[in-house]
């Protein structure tokens, strides 16, 4: 059951920096409910939007809310890790613009599929259910040195091995099942300080681990470089430093490319107090040269 709605964040920068008069195709790689790709085609009725997304859920939902808009939209549900396959599928060789919005939809942590800490439902953390790894798999399965190396490179979580040996005592025991009990492991190692819940960083570690998506930004990008037209415009919202520093840098040394925004655009005051998980969000955009 969905109990939130999911609100998009920066949506006044991406129509006002990513959006340019001119464009005739843009590519939503991360269509999620279609809060940005409303708002693109509300703004610009000559747009033709192609929205992509892993999650079935999130096409649905999708469907629904861009129903008037529908005769200029395509959704098709696909990794944009294989961007250029599926735009060639749907007869599309070169677009003018693309954006990718990184961030994990309120529909997704509400959809019992274990990427919240506060689930008793099971650890599965796949975006796409065609996916063959589960997080069930990472945190039962793995060897403590492979728990470790991914909790402390990609959560960058400085008490990677503490939880890595909790967690593998801990299944000796029984199989940990949901996300609540993996929570509450990591809890126990970390104590509960700040505003943050002591399990956020491993859990963004297995759920990148799960649905390997620091791979799929780097082809993504890439492939949307190469099949963008000149003139055209690349964005991406981001929401933690590794996914930033894979677009920061592809930005900076990618010939094909010249960067717009020098330095990442961050939400608004008045935007993180209405919309609290804006918070980390960074838009970064390119133009293709």
């Known amino acids: 059951m969905i109990e939130r709605d999911h609100i998009p964040v920066l949506v006044k920068e991406v129509l006002d920096i990513l959006i340019t008069e001119n ?3 843009f590519i939503d790689a991360t269509v999620g409910g279609g809060g940005h790709a409303y708002s693109i085609l509300e703004q610009n009725s000559n747009i033709k939007l192609i929205g992509l ?11 629904v809310r861009l129903f ?16 250029r396959k599926i735009l060639q599928g749907e007869g599309i060789d070169a677009f003018d613009g693309i954006l990718f919005d990184l961030g994990l939809s309120m529909y997704q942590l509400d959809s019992k599929r274990g990427f919240s800490f506060y689930d008793d439902s099971f650890i599965d953390m796949r975006m796409d259910n065609r996916l063959n790894i589960t997080a069930y798999d990472v945190v039962n399965k793995y060897s403590l040195e492979e728990l470790e190396g991914i909790i402390w490179e990609y959560g960058e979580e400085y ?17 940990i099942s949901t996300a609540i009990e993996l929570g509450n492991i990591i809890a126990k190692v970390k104590g509960r300080r700040g505003r943050l819940h ?34 055209g415009r690349i964005g991406v919202i981001s929401f933690h430093s590794l996914e930033d520093r894979i677009v920061k840098r592809t930005f900076r040394e990618d010939k094909r490319i010249k960067a717009v925004t020098k330095k990442p655009i961050r939400p608004s005051y008045g935007e993180v107090k ?11 955009v390119a133009e293709k040269i």
Do not use: H, W
């Not at 529908?70 to 294989?82: C, D, I, T, W």
């Not at 209405?274 to 970064?284: D, G, I, V, Y």
């Open 23 to 25: 464009f005739k195709v």
């Open 159 to 175: 008490m990677a091995r503490a939880i890595a040996r909790a967690i593998v005592k801990e299944r000796k025991k029984r199989p």
């Open 274 to 284: 209405e919309n609290p998980a804006s918070r980390s969000a960074k838009l970064r």
């Open 68 to 83: 008037p808009y529908l005769e200029r939209v395509k959704l098709v549900r696909g990794n944009f890790r294989e961007l």
């Open 198 to 231: 002591p399990a956020t960083k491993t859990f963004q570690a297995i759920r990148i681990e799960v649905n390997k998506e620091l791979d799929n930004l780097e082809i993504g990008l890439n492939d949307a470089i190469d099949m963008c037209r000149p003139g």
């Open 53 to 63: 997304d892993v999650d079935e859920t999130n096409l649905g939902i999708a469907k």
